[in-house]
């Protein structure tokens, strides 16, 4: 996957995961927490950024050293996820359990973008 693709597919992305953040607004029960949807957009346009550029520079003519880049992004993105969401949690005290929502939609949409692009980088 070269660097242009790469930058096309998270800007689509991204607008599909903006325009799903926007419309959440307007749905009474997470519209407190569309601030938080936008907190993880940034965090995962930054983190497949991150990804794509440390891997793409890597050499993968060994296997291992493709599989094990993506591991240790794998587990990295769980524990920023799950520091984001305690950080946040602790800063907001929110109301309710619901703001978890906005999180999980961008976490499942990025998720999708990455293993994409992934699978690409994986087969040169």
Not at 96 to 109: D, M, N, R
Request: glycine residues 4%; proline residues 3%; hydrophobic residues 55%.
């Amino acid at each position: 996957m070269e660097v242009q693709q790469f930058f096309k597919g998270l800007f689509w992305t991204t607008v599909f995961a903006t325009v799903l953040i926007f419309v959440s607004g307007y749905w009474p029960l997470i519209a407190g927490y569309r601030d938080f949807g936008w907190v993880c957009i940034a965090f995962f346009v930054l983190w497949s950024a991150v990804m794509f550029f440390s891997i793409h520079k890597k050499d993968n003519s060994k296997p291992y050293t493709f599989i094990n880049a993506v591991m240790v992004f794998t587990m990295g993105k769980l524990i920023l996820s799950a520091v984001l969401i305690v950080v946040y949690f602790k800063v907001t005290e929110p109301a309710s359990k619901i703001f978890i929502l906005p999180f999980f939609a961008t976490y499942i949409i990025y998720t999708i973008f990455e293993t994409r692009f992934m699978m690409k980088l994986g087969r040169r």
